[in-house]
């Protein structure tokens, strides 16, 4: 069968990985030369540990508050977009303790399932992507950070993840020593996972170049032609892509590519930034997440460290806002009062566009109205953890196979 993959992130790459596997032609289609994507940038966590969706109580009325400050993690800039109207409307509706409770067990799933996946990986030759499995920190400065940090815990255990446990600031010090931490304690999930993002892409694209996989870069998709109810052709401004199936892993950029085929995904992108550091000065043994900073700290790859955050809902040709660096370095400081960073050019910090669904979880699946067409997109901040399972389940689909785990929270057309 001929598979088209649309989107050459960790999402996309993975798909045409399992799809390969299971003995498909496939050809991947980007409209970016692949080596700098969203995949690229991200805090490199493989994480069961985020069983919680964007979309929780609270978060709006938040994120209200955060507006008006330039160097908040969370911001939606206002604007006249329809998208935008219909998104947010969803979201808020979605922010309910009743949504973030039957969000857990599929997000749990899919998160295992990937780490497994991963593991699988760093068995075989071709890979050797900094993979570690030594546990994630979340670290908070507040009673409220506390609060919060125990009733995670406490979930987390009734999920099955019972090695999560709570630390007070002398036990965060033992696992930390080798600097000064401003915080209360910590919440240590020591089933999570990380890995350096960019030695994964890197070695996912030679893997699938070398077992013939067709890597298309710089091809923008601007149309499709279907019949009976199927899109058999997809196309570029330069060549036209048979296709007996097609997959819609595109990132940011989903819902207005679905739009050409009518379907409509609530999504928007969500702007991210990571400064990474080679040779730091600094040390820390654990990747931690910096609760009341909203930033994510990861040591990688021996040498490097890597900090990043904030969720800026805007178009993609909004230009960089340097004040949301400015405000992760200043974030990292207050907890870690020896990291003293200057605020980098912006030729040393990138950006990237985390694709939002309008309830915090993805969208994996057959729509209704096309046959053949299978939705991997909606990740959020979580791509690069849930890459794997992804990549298994849309293979799964294509093949009409029973799925690893049930993906009916996930229905891409649950909004309609």
């Not at 690069?384 to 799925?403: C, D, F, M, Q, R």
Request: charged fraction near 20%; charge should be neutral.
């Amino acid at each position: 069968m001929k598979v088209v993959v649309i989107g050459g992130g960790i999402i996309g790459l993975s798909s045409a990985y399992y799809l390969e596997e299971s003995g498909h032609e496939v050809t991947v289609l980007d409209k970016t030369d692949m080596r700098n994507n969203c995949s690229y940038g991200n805090a490199g966590y493989v994480c069961p540990s985020h069983f919680v969706p964007l979309a929780t109580p609270g978060i709006v009325k938040q994120g209200l508050k955060w507006m008006w400050n330039p160097r908040s993690p969370f911001y939606v800039q206002p604007a006249f977009n329809p998208s935008l109207v219909d998104w947010g409307l969803k979201f808020m509706r979605s922010a309910t303790a009743e949504h973030v409770e039957r969000s857990a067990i599929p997000l749990r799933d899919i998160a295992i399932i990937s780490q497994k996946l991963y593991e699988e990986w760093t068995g075989l030759p071709q890979f050797k992507f900094a993979y570690e499995k030594k546990g994630l920190l979340e670290i908070f400065q507040t009673s409220a950070g506390e609060a919060h940090a125990r009733h995670l815990t406490e979930k987390a255990q009734e999920l099955g993840l019972t090695d999560t446990k709570m630390l007070d600031y002398e036990a965060l010090r033992q696992l930390e020593p080798q600097t000064r931490i401003n915080a209360l304690g910590a919440v240590f999930f020591a089933c999570d996972a990380h890995l350096y993002p960019n030695k994964l892409m890197q070695q996912l694209i030679a893997d699938l170049t070398a077992k013939g996989v067709i890597l298309k870069g710089n091809e923008e998709v601007t149309g499709f032609e279907n019949s009976n109810g199927a899109i058999n052709k997809v196309l570029t401004a330069t060549n036209v892509y048979e296709a007996d199936a097609v997959v819609v892993a595109s990132g940011s950029w989903s819902r207005e590519l679905a739009a050409k085929i009518k379907l409509k995904i609530p999504l928007m992108p969500g702007r991210g930034y990571s400064v990474t550091l080679e040779n730091s000065p600094y040390k820390i043994n654990h990747p931690a997440v910096l609760v009341e900073g909203r930033v994510a700290i990861t040591p990688m790859d021996g040498n490097k460290i890597r900090f990043g955050g904030t969720m800026e809902i805007t178009s993609t040709q909004t230009p960089p806002r340097m004040n949301r660096v400015e405000g992760i370095l200043n974030a990292v400081e207050r907890f870690f009062p020896e990291f003293k960073i200057p605020v980098p050019t912006m030729d040393k910090v990138w950006y990237g566009y985390r694709p939002c669904s309008a309830d915090g979880l993805p969208y994996i699946g057959r729509t209704k109205q096309w046959k053949n067409v299978v939705m991997a997109t909606g990740h959020a901040m979580v791509g690069l953890s849930l890459g794997p399972a992804t990549g298994k389940l849309v293979s799964e689909i294509i093949n009409e196979a029973k799925t690893s785990m049930d993906i009916t929270a996930f229905h891409p057309d649950r909004f309609n």
